[in-house]
């Protein structure tokens, strides 16, 4: 599978030589997807409303770091191409109000294995 290459640094769009640069690994192309669902609002694709996480129905101002992991876990496994969540770990620091999943490791429906070493949201 090919996906287009974003830029870890940036998200945005990565050009090599004025062109788009396609991921061709499988892994890095299912992890790369992973990430974009978990920083896709939910509402905010206007080509289908109905994706993405609920962050402002469920999440921001309105829960405990609990509560959130829950809504995290279940989006997570709600993913057509998630089989189930292999580990799942958070850190909320409540001062900066950074939430940054750490070690976040997935089984594909290929029966492949992801990991997304930390991600801060």
Same mark, same amino acid.
């Given at each position: 599978?090919?996906?287009?290459?974003?830029?870890?640094?940036?998200?945005?769009?990565?050009?090599t030589a004025g062109n788009f640069t396609f991921e061709g690994d499988n892994?890095?192309?299912?992890?790369?997807?992973?990430?974009?669902?978990?920083?896709?609002?939910?509402?905010?694709?206007?080509l289908n409303k109905e994706i993405g996480l609920p962050y402002f129905q469920?999440?921001? @101002?309105? =829960?405990?770091?609990?509560?959130? /992991?829950?809504?995290?876990?279940?989006?997570?496994? *709600?993913?057509?191409?998630?089989? +189930?969540?292999?580990?799942?770990?958070?850190?909320?620091? @409540?001062? =900066?109000?950074?939430?940054?999943? /750490?070690?976040?490791?997935?089984?594909?429906?290929? *029966?492949?294995?992801?990991?997304? +070493?930390?991600?801060?949201?």
């Open positions: 599978m090919k996906n287009l290459l974003l830029d870890q640094a940036t998200n945005d769009l990565k050009l892994l890095k192309y299912w992890s790369q997807k992973l990430e974009v669902a978990l920083q896709t609002f939910y509402g905010e694709w206007f469920s999440i921001l @101002g309105k =829960t405990s770091t609990s509560d959130a /992991n829950a809504v995290f876990q279940s989006y997570i496994q *709600g993913l057509d191409f998630v089989a +189930e969540i292999i580990s799942f770990d958070v850190d909320y620091n @409540g001062s =900066t109000r950074k939430y940054t999943i /750490n070690n976040l490791s997935v089984k594909l429906d290929t *029966g492949e294995s992801v990991t997304i +070493e930390e991600m801060t949201l």
